[in-house]
């Protein structure tokens, strides 16, 4: 990465125009800051470049009658700054990144070891079971935290405002052969981790392809000159070679300057036809359509009143219960989901 800029410079502007360019030029609905804790501001104005960069870009989107969405890569837990609005003294983001609940749930389910950026939470000897760390109690304990903080008493706006996901370009891209989460969990484990995330009263991030457990993988890979190419293929082998799972595939690692890598990416979207494939598909369509449609779904409000409510049922099986906000409104919904080979769900 090298030297962080100061975003207090002229550079301020620079990136807020170009967030504008996107948004108007480009029709963009939502935007991904990265690595938003490396946006210094040193500048001394009365706004943070954060939230200089969120209040532009929504009132430049609602005077063309349009929404968009700012979304922070933040893994810190600052809730004043990261979801309370500008007026109110924070940066005024929509939504915030949180990778708990995937390194959660690929504890529990894969074979593979896990990759550089995991950041599992600890288990503690009160949530184990037997000393086997894979057992939904934390994994129930993970979900709960991803929406506590230090600040006792302080909830986000919604619930919404936690980004969840089970794959994202990162976590499927930083791996040596680029496998997706369903290259290394069986079929029945990926249709119930889907089930999980998408019950959940977070917002979702589903990464292309997995919507149907797509084969390809998702290889690093660049189209930069030559002389910059090998740098890129030296240094990411560089980068990387302390984490067991590189060293132990050095020699099959795909250079990301050969087409061939990027070309083993391209989906082949006439398998969203074919079981298994199909059959995913229809399940993450149904889900989410229920998501749209059903009251209990749509409340996702985040105090101690929330129709919200997770709990294990068996040492591999976790229950969510959904509830509407006014019981009038609807249905009760229960969604019980078995994550591990153990027993059924008591």
């Known amino acids: 990465w090298g030297r962080a800029n100061d975003l207090g410079t002229d550079l301020r502007y620079f990136a807020i125009e170009n967030a504008l360019h996107w948004v108007h030029e480009y029709h963009a609905d939502g935007l991904r800051l990265d690595s938003t804790p490396n946006c210094f501001d040193d500048s001394g104005l009365s706004k943070h470049f954060l939230a200089e960069l969120t209040t532009v870009v929504k009132e430049s989107a609602e005077r063309s009658r349009r929404k968009v969405v700012v979304l922070a890569e933040d893994l810190r837990k600052l809730p004043k700054e990261l ?16 990778d708990h609940l995937y390194h959660e749930i ?5 074979t593979r070891a896990p990759d550089e950026d995991a950041r599992p939470l600890e ?3 009160e949530e184990r079971v037997d000393g086997d760390p894979r057992h939904v109690y934390n994994l129930v304990t993970t979900i709960k935290k991803a929406y506590e903080f230090e600040e006792a008493g302080f909830f986000p706006p919604t619930m919404a405002c936690f980004l969840s996901y089970l794959q994202n370009h990162d976590l499927v891209g930083n791996r040596p052969l680029g496998d997706r989460l369903s290259h290394s969990v069986t079929l029945r484990a ?4 889907t089930c999980l995330l998408l019950s959940l009263p977070h917002s979702i991030l589903l990464f292309m392809g997995q919507e149907w457990a797509a084969p390809e993988p998702f290889i690093f890979f660049t189209d930069y000159p030559e002389h910059i190419g090998r740098t890129i293929t030296d240094g990411r082998r560089r980068e990387f070679a302390h984490i067991p799972e590189f060293i132990n595939h050095q020699g099959k690692i795909p ?3 050969d087409w061939g890598t990027f070309k083993k990416c391209k989906l082949n979207w006439s398998r969203r036809d074919q079981q298994p494939h199909s059959g ?3 399940i993450h369509r149904r889900l989410l359509s229920l998501r749209h449609s059903e009251p209990a779904f749509l409340n996702v409000q985040s105090d101690a009143s929330s129709g919200f409510v997770a709990a294990a049922c068996g040492d591999w099986s976790l229950c969510v219960l959904r509830r509407p906000r006014v019981q009038a409104e609807g249905r009760k919904w229960l969604i019980v989901v078995q994550l591990g080979e153990g027993e059924r769900p008591a």
């Open 83 to 98: 979801y309370r609005s500008v007026a109110d003294g924070g940066y005024g983001f929509d939504c915030v990144f949180s």
């Open 106 to 110: 690929a504890r529990r389910m894969e």
């Open 123 to 125: 288990d503690t000897e």
């Open 190 to 193: 990926y249709r119930a981790a």
């Open 255 to 257: 250079d990301p300057q």
């Open 280 to 282: 995913l598909l229809q």
